[in-house]
């Protein structure tokens, strides 16, 4: 039997991923290392680990753990191939007992959750940046922190208890619930930011701490980060229990100002993002003293708010650096090598200092920022990593980070930990011990399968560039997707906050169904490292290109354009489904992707003539909307009846748009189509385009002009129906039955085009309609599941989707669902449809157009 029928006996078959494809998707985090697994494991039970590392070990097989992914120093990355042990999965919360003090979680389970679940009353105050993503177990492995650790302290302060399962597959149990012990040596800490090289954490018992009766943030605006710096020893010094301070320099400033557009004076070169909790009286008090100590220390400015609205804005420079980073300049990112020192908080202003002289010596901006009040910070240097000569400056930097930080008596890694990106330097802080610490490996893993190759053991990296996915990219690619979407691959720094809002990720938390998986997908062909394969054109095409991916991401990636040109590589290397196929003849043959008859397209339109002379608009039907439904043709005519517009159609002249044709690759039949149309509304004198399907709006918008314009206004039926409205050009009637309506914002007029209002305004207006929203709408809307040409191709996934969003709606009370797009309201009335049909909806549940909504309340 071989090893991949015995990880599936031990946890299912579809909890082993072999395809090369989909283990790709796991070689990436956001160091600038790759390392690819043989298989990936989803594991949900201590049992299944305890078989798995217990196999692994008997077979000498490596195992790297992995949670969110959210890794900056390559620690997930499993160097030497073997088992990725996925543990996102192992996600319940056992148990909250707030009497005693303690939550007891799966590793699985995200920062975020645990602090949602513990509110109102109680919190885990560890709160590193990517909380929102971030695995507990991950943070317990990497003795993460974040911007509390001033007061509060790192992860392994609040690790009570764990339960491990050791390389051989023994299960242990280390600490306890009780607040203290002196039971034995403290192998919890032990484990605590081991980085899953002692082994794999499957539970943990967690102290939280009631919330703060009252909190007040801060921004200190300061002349220089000396002056910052002597503020913040001296309120420190004299007690005041400061919960969180962080220290932007004035590269990091320039950095914010220019990619965020943040307002800061010329004479403000440091800024301190500064928190205070606990009583509302001790708090205020400490206002204060604050305010006079950085009076006397030459503050410029300081701005205190208790509303948390407030803080958000005030906190949004400083959460915004990092992703700002990459919008600083086309094609230069952050690299990250030794990016998260520590030193003595009294120090920090003189490093500062030094890390600005490090970077005038190399002509370069180095951003610096951090957790002053704690002594951590990061140091970041951006470079195009397709120029060899900037890796070396590169390696030039990190060593004289390195001699700085010894010289302070710091440490490499204050809340990163050490991974890949370290291990070269780590010896050298560490000296006899590093040695100690290899020992109790060995004992522990003796066949050192426990993430090997990591926290700088013999068998570690001892190059900083080891394993370095950039390295096939430098010299430029003969692969290039084009300047344009080279520069967004290269923006992606593999966070994974793309998890929070990708639609088909969350079906199965699979890395390459989502944006960061698909992004590495586009890197490697970029770098020539693959070749387009099948299942790679499955992963792409089960793409709904819905964009939620960039509502969530801090650079704001643009992932539709990056995975549209991906399919192109795909199309031209023959691997489009046959599907596709089939629909791109039938639009050559009959001018639509449906396989009927040009003949048709008129069946519910009025008789002819389509074209009327000195019309306002050209109403362009869609293919949708004029062969898979009854409704919406003929209700956005009697509007505009209702209107008085004059409109001309093209009628059996009319064709595709071409948008299919583009978003799945096939650019040649794309361009083809929009030059036949452009004739044809030249031909038909068209000075306005009016379409009710958001994808053909979007193509006439967007797309035809970055082909070379096309000569005419284009506007969607929400849009026009609103200026309607505000013109007095509509009238409804009063006496319409009321209906409570959910609206659902189509991708391609959403955040493909920003289109909110305008429906919502609409709708508003219309008597008797009661306008609900989903919980997660406009920029977060979650997809229909029939976008991106998805459908065509994975009609279970495309389903899935639909119901999701079906069983939202009626959860919120809509009796009916309404969107302006015949694509998003056919995917809903086929998920109404199967549920109806399984009994888990209301019968009365309708999915409308818009356009049928507004034509019913005509008076």
Known sequence: MDRVTKLRRIVGKDNVLTDPVDCLGYSRDMSLHVGRPDVVVYAVTTDQVSKILALANKEGVPVTARGGGTSVTGAVLPRR???????????????????????????????????AALAPSHFFPPDPGSAPIATLGGMVATNASGVRAVKYGTTKDYVRALEVVLADGRVIRTGTKAPKSSAGYGLTGLFAASEGTLGVITEITFKVLPLPEYSAYAKLSFPGTLEAGAAVEEALKRGIPISTCEILDGVSIDVVKKAMNLEVPENVRCLLFMEIDGSRLAVEQQIKQIDAICREKGALATEWSDDPAKRAAIWSARQGLVPALSRVKPGYRQVPIVEDFGVPMSRIPETIQDIQAVGRKYGLDIATFGHVGDGNLHAVVLIDVRKGEEWETLRKIAQDFI?????????????????????AYIGEELGQSLGVM??????????????????????????????????????????????????????????????????????????????????????????????????????????????????????????????????????????????????????????????????????????????????????????????????????????????????????????????????????????????????????????????????????????????????????????????????????????????????????????????????????????????????????????????????????????????????????????????????????????????????????????????????????
């Not at 004059?646 to 059996?652: A, N």
């Open 81 to 115: 191939g073997g088992i990725l042990l996925n543990l996102a999965r192992m996600n319940k919360i056992k148990e909250i007992n707030k009497s005693d003090g303690y939550a007891v979680v799966e590793p699985g389970v995200i920062c975020n959750t645990l602090n």
């Open 403 to 423: 001699d700085l930080t010894l010289k302070y008596e710091g440490t490499l890694t204050a809340e990163h930990g050490v991974g890949m990106a370290k291990s």
């Open 438 to 859: 290899e020992q109790i490996k060995r004992a522990l893993d003796p066949n050192n399968i426990l993430n090997p190759g990591k926290m700088g053991f013999s068998d570690a990296p001892q190059d900083i560039y080891a394993e370095n996915c950039y390295q096939p990219l430098v010299g430029g690619s003969p692969n290039s997707f084009g300047e344009a979407v080279d520069n967004e691959i290269l923006a992606c720094i593999q966070c994974g906050f793309c998890t929070l809002g990708c639609p088909t990720y969350a079906t199965d938390q699979l890395e390459t169904k989502n944006a960061r998986g698909r992004i590495a997908l586009a890197q490697n062909l970029l770098s020539g490292s693959v070749d387009p394969t099948a299942e790679m054109a499955r992963r792409l095409y089960q793409c709904t290109l819905c964009l939620n991916c960039k509502s969530t991401c801090p650079a704001q990636v643009n992932v539709s354009d990056i995975i549209t040109a991906a399919r192109r590589r795909i199309y031209q290397s023959g691997l489009n489904p046959k599907a596709f196929l089939k629909a791109y003849k039938s639009i050559e043959q009959h001018g639509n992707p449906f396989l009927e008859p040009r003949e048709k397209r008129t069946d519910i339109h009025p008789t002819p003539p389509f074209l009327v002379p000195g019309a306002e608009v050209l109403y362009w039907s869609g293919c949708v909307s004029s062969y898979q439904d009854l409704r919406i043709i003929p209700a956005t005519l009697k509007v505009l009846d209702a209107a008085g517009i004059k409109y001309s159609q093209l009628g059996q002249d009319e064709g595709c748009c071409g948008y299919f044709a583009y978003i799945t690759g096939a650019m040649d039949k794309f361009k083809e189509i929009r030059r036949l149309n452009l004739e044809a509304f030249k031909k038909a004198g068209v000075k306005t385009v009016l379409a009710t399907c958001s994808g053909c709006h979007k193509t006439f918008h967007d797309l035809y002009p970055r082909y070379g314009g096309n000569g005419f206004k284009t506007q969607h039926a929400v849009e026009f129906f609103h200026d309607l409205l505000s013109q007095g050009r509509l009238k409804f009637s009063d006496q319409a039955k009321p209906l409570k309506v959910i609206y659902h914002d189509p991708c391609d007029i959403g955040r493909h085009m920003g289109l909110y209002e305008p429906p919502r305004e609409v709708i508003k207006a219309l008597p008797g309609v009661e306008l609900l929203e989903f919980p997660l709408n406009r920029a977060l809307a979650k997809c229909c599941g029939g976008g991106g040409g998805m459908k065509g191709f994975d009609l279970d996934l495309s389903m899935e989707l639909a119901e999701k969003r079906v069983l939202q709606a009626v959860e919120a009370g809509a009796e009916a669902i309404v969107s302006a797009c015949p694509s998003c309201k056919q995917n809903f009335s086929q998920g109404v449809a199967r549920l109806k049909k399984a009994g888990q909806i209301p019968r009365k549940l309708k999915v409308l157009d818009l356009t049928e909504l507004v034509a019913q309340r005509l008076a």
